[in-house]
Structures are given as structure tokens and as C-alpha cells.
């Protein structure tokens, strides 16, 4: 099977508009699925994913991902139908419940029931779609004092892909009940099936049969051996050491699941004590191997072969180039590699 392989545009360059569309592009004729845009603290995704679905035909548009304390579940449907009708019908809705640093230091407001509050998004979010008044009971969104307001507009589709980035057990087991797709990351090719699997069979244990088969989209690193190992130390020392504090912190605990137990609180110890570089060092070119797309063609090709065997059907990547001609370099060679 070849994967279906998907661009991330990284966060902190989604003002470079013409340049993205350049990527995008690129993308298209190479025959990649998708382009990504995902929100943290930046530019709001929806308006970048408008703008490459303006300047494309095929590549699919998704965000990755969207923020859900920030938007109602009816903004949230709206505004995805709208960007599914502008794209044609190549918008895919990626959302999670980041985590309290960004939800609260952010947004300013309070990081509760994030896998109560996912499951009951989905639900609305299909429910508007539909086309169906919008009469919902749930324990954090109720909709019923006045049910009796449906979309007024038409153009999109009812069955809008929604994927869920999740990695807590629960979250996960939720993801894979309801969503059309899981987005984790990192994804050991080694330790991720052992982890995730019993959450996953739980989870689609309870599927209906009117969704179709869960897609499985973890997000990784491709870089070459010059550059991919720092990019890859940089952005997991700082995931696994400060995204979150001492005391919740997501991604953590998921390298701790994997088995580097050690190395994960020392990450966390040297990186919230202001040594980053240290921290950088400490990260293990194992987990990396594992987690990441790092080498020449023959070694993408390796990897690729990995992330199906350990589950994937997509994958989410961004690629570690120093400029831009490495990138379509690395782009080149990784499509053929999925050849």
C-alpha cells in the first residue's frame, strides 16, 4: 500500500503566503495528499488553508490542529463547511484538545473535559452538517432551549472527515470510535502498536459500522543525516521537556510509555532548568530513529515500510531542509520512495 502522505506547514512560517502556495503546489504535482496548517499561538489556520485551496485543485486541506476551546461547536462546524465548499470538497477537519498551557495561558479559559468536549464537538459538528435542527443534550454543550436552527447553507458535504489528535488512553480510545482519523504524535514505529493498541481496539470495539475504517496519521520529521537529527532533537527536547509544566505534560509521559523513562524526566529536568542544549543532547537518536523519517531515499523507503507496518495509512510530515531547494529535494525523494 502506499501512504497517504501529507505536508505540515510549520507554525511560525504561515506568513510566508506565496511561499506556501509554492509548497503547495509543488506538493500537488508530486502527487501528496495533503497540506497542513495547524494553531498554537499564531495565525489562525482557516485563513492560510483558505488561501491554498484557492491556488490548488487536487491537494486536500486539513488543519492540524484546530483549536476547540477557542470556537463554539457551531463556529467550528460552520466555518469547516465553508472551507469545504470553497476547496470543492477537500477539506479535512483536524482537532484535539491541546493542553492547558496554550488553552488557558492563551486563550483564557479554563482546560475541562477535553475528551467529553472532543466527542461532543464531533457530534455537533455531523449533526450541522447533516442539514438536521440542532437539538443537542450533552454534558458540556447543551443545545435544546431552542431547537429549531439548521445550517441555512448548502455546497458542502455532510461527511466532512474529521481526525483527532489524541495520545492520552481515553482520548485515544474516543478518537477511535468516533473520528474518520488519529493524529499522534510522536509515533514510535516500534513501541506505538504495543502502546496504543489496547485504547485503539477498545475504542473500535465500539464503532459504528456506518463510519468507515479509522486512518491512522501520525506526524513525523523527514530530514537528511546533516540536518534531520538536530531539527529532530530541537523539536522533541522541547515537546517532551516544556510543552507543558513539571507536572502535565502530554508528551512526557507518552516517551515515558514508550520505555524512556530516565531520559524523559532528564529532558524535562535540564530543559525547564534553562539548559536547552543539554536537553537537545539528551534526547536519544533511538527514539528519534523510531519516531522520525531520517537519511537518503533507500532510508525513506525503510521507514515508510515501518510506519505501515506499525499501523499508518497516512502520514503528516514536515520536512527539516535549510532552504528551500533542499525541501524539494527531500519532497522529490520521499515521493518516489512512497512510489
Known amino acids: 500500500m502506499t501512504l497517504r502522505i501529507g505536508i505540515e506547514i510549520n507554525y511560525t512560517e504561515v506568513q510566508n503566503r506565496e511561499d506556501n502556495v509554492r509548497l503547495a503546489r509543488e506538493a500537488e504535482d508530486l502527487g501528496y495528499d495533503a497540506i497542513w496548517c495547524s494553531e498554537v499561538y499564531t ?71 477535553p475528551v467529553t468536549r472532543t466527542r ?34 448548502s455546497g458542502h458535504r455532510s461527511d466532512i472527515p474529521i481526525f483527532v ?4 488512553p481515553k482520548n485515544v480510545e474516543m478518537s477511535a470510535e468516533l473520528a474518520d482519523g488519529w493524529l499522534p504524535y510522536p509515533y514510535s514505529t516500534a513501541r506505538g502498536p504495543e502502546v496504543f493498541g489496547p485504547s485503539l481496539e477498545a475504542g473500535l470495539a465500539k464503532r459504528s459500522p456506518d463510519l468507515p475504517p479509522l486512518r491512522l496519521a501520525p506526524f513525523t520529521f523527514v530530514g537528511d543525516e ?45 530543559y525547564l532548568g534553562g539548559d536547552k542544549a543539554a536537553a537537545m543532547a539528551a534526547v536519544p537518536e533511538t527514539l528519534i530513529d523510531e519516531v522520525s523519517i531520517i537519511g537518503d531515499e533507500a532510508r525513506m523507503k525503510d521507514r515508510l515500510q515501518a510506519f505501515e507496518a506499525a499501523g499508518a495509512t497516512d502520514l503528516v510530515v514536515a520536512f527539516m531542509a535549510p532552504d528551500a531547494g533542499s525541501r524539494s529535494q527531500m519532497m522529490t525523494a520521499l515521493a518516489r520512495a512512497n512510489g
Open 43 to 113: 495565525y489562525d489556520a482557516f485563513t492560510t488553508l483558505t488561501h491554498l485551496a484557492c491556488n490548488t485543485s487536487t491537494l486536500k486541506v486539513g488543519t492540524n490542529i484546530a483549536q476547540l476551546y477557542a470556537r463554539t461547536p457551531s463556529l467550528l462546524a460552520t466555518t469547516s463547511a465553508s472551507l469545504d465548499q470553497i476547496s470543492g470538497g477537500r477539506f479535512i477537519l483536524g482537532i484535539g484538545a491541546s493542553g492547558p498551557q496554550v488553552i488557558e495561558g492563551w486563550h483564557g479559559v479554563a482546560y475541562d473535559r
Open 120 to 153: 461532543e464537538i464531533i457530534e455537533i459538528c455531523r449533526l450541522i452538517w447533516s442539514g438536521e435542527r440542532l437539538n443537542y443534550a450533552g454534558q458540556v454543550y447543551d443545545l435544546t432551549k431552542h431547537p429549531k436552527m439548521k445550517i441555512l447553507n
Open 165 to 168: 489528535a489524541s495520545l492520552g
Open 226 to 270: 546533516q540536518h534531520g537529527y538536530d531539527a529532530a532533537r530541537m523539536v522533541l527536547a522541547l515537546y517532551i521537556g516544556g510543552m507543558g509544566s513539571r507536572e502535565q505534560n502530554f508528551y512526557n509521559r507518552l516517551a515515558q510509555r514508550y520505555g524512556f523513562v530516565e531520559e524523559a524526566r532528564l529532558i524535562q529536568d535540564l
